[in-house]
């Protein structure tokens, strides 16, 4: 019989998704980017968004979609040659934006922050994301109890812990807000954010290539 409290039980699987969570990558660098341009309030629907494709994508991987992906290995490669070529996109078009906190009235001449639709549909393009929900599920069939109970228990730490965790970024994004009043700020801002979307996929690609 496992005599180890369901609390304890939890903390490896917990720590792993908060460490998966916290930790640079295509949603964070967007959420940054979103709370820099938007603030905090406006990039909630993109935050939600986020956990709500997460989770979703935990349920896949419980259902089988994890083992036929283990199956198909390229079908990783697949999504990450196309989430990188999506995220140049986005760089490019930050590189390519005049518009700014500091220049314009209001947010919408600088683009609209996602919407929890787009958010949560980002997600299933996201390698880093499917990695993550297949590493959690792994750990979490190690869980007593049945699949459900380890389903549901992996689905709640993941909602509770991944939406604090792009919450700090968007934040850190928002607070940086007034640092980037001027043009020349908020295009040195674009910039820096287009860079760091190309370090995320060269990162990406690493394993493809």
Request: glycine share 10%.
């Amino acid at each position: 019989m496992n005599t180890t409290p369901w609390f304890v039980e939890l903390l490896p699987l917990a720590g792993l998704v908060l460490v998966m969570s916290i930790t640079p990558g295509p949603n964070n660098v967007l959420v940054l980017d979103s709370g820099i341009r938007f603030g905090v309030r406006r990039t909630l629907p993109h935050l939600f968004g986020i956990t709500a494709g997460f989770v979703l994508l935990l349920l896949l991987v419980f259902a089988g979609m994890g083992q036929l992906i283990e199956r198909l290995p390229w079908f990783l490669s697949a999504l990450t040659v196309a989430c990188s070529g999506y995220l140049l996109w986005i760089a490019w078009v930050m590189v390519g934006s005049k518009a700014g906190p500091g220049t314009c009235s209001s947010a919408e001449s600088s683009g609209r922050p996602w919407s929890l639709s787009a958010a949560a549909g980002f997600q299933f393009l996201n390698p880093k994301g499917w990695a993550m929900a297949i590493t959690c599920a792994g750990l979490a069939a190690k869980l007593s109890g049945g699949v459900f109970r380890q389903a549901a228990l992996l689905c709640v730490i993941a909602a509770v812990l991944n939406f604090p965790c792009v919450l700090v970024w968007a934040t850190f994004g928002a607070a940086a807000r007034r640092s980037l009043e001027s043009p020349d700020g908020f295009r040195l801002f674009n910039w820096s954010m287009a860079m760091a979307l190309l370090v995320t996929v060269i990162v990406m690609l690493e394993d493809v290539l």
